[in-house]
């Protein structure tokens, strides 16, 4: 079992920034990969970013690509998401997602690989 938290979320102007912090319990982080999704009023939840378990790759959509970051610390049981250049239409709430099983990374932008969710943490980005 993976437990997740998010934190770091808030208010911030057009063109400012945040980071997003995920805390993992269980010790199977670091043989997971792992991404954030977002969700806003109305619409579906999306893929933001993905980190392959070995850290050796990372993907975005194509919406957050250059101005997002995503990174991970396996000693401290943590992901990160860093955000900058953000935009009104970046407002949301953001989930951090385990894949459904290690070592594996197959369909990573897809939420149905995810089994494991935080409870998520609202962005909003006034203009």
């Known amino acids: 079992q993976v437990q997740l938290v998010e934190s770091g979320g808030g208010l911030v102007q057009a063109g400012g920034s945040l980071r997003l912090s995920c805390a993992a319990s269980?010790?199977?982080?670091?043989?997971?990969?792992m991404a954030w999704f977002r969700q806003a009023p109305g619409k579906e939840r999306e893929f933001v970013a993905a980190?392959?378990?070995?850290?050796?790759?990372?993907y975005y959509a194509d919406t957050v690509k250059g101005r997002f970051a995503i990174s991970r610390d396996n000693a401290k049981n943590t992901l990160y998401l860093q955000m900058n250049s953000l935009k009104p239409e970046d407002t949301a709430v953001y989930y951090c997602?385990?894949?459904?099983?290690?070592?594996?990374?197959?369909?990573?932008?897809?939420?149905?690989?995810?089994?494991?969710w935080g409870q998520g943490t609202q962005v909003t980005v006034s203009s």
């Open positions: 997602a385990a894949y459904r099983v290690v070592y594996s990374s197959g369909g990573y932008n897809s939420p149905s690989m995810y089994d494991y």
């Open positions: 269980g010790r199977s982080f670091s043989t997971r990969t």
């Open positions: 980190m392959h378990w070995t850290g050796s790759s990372t």
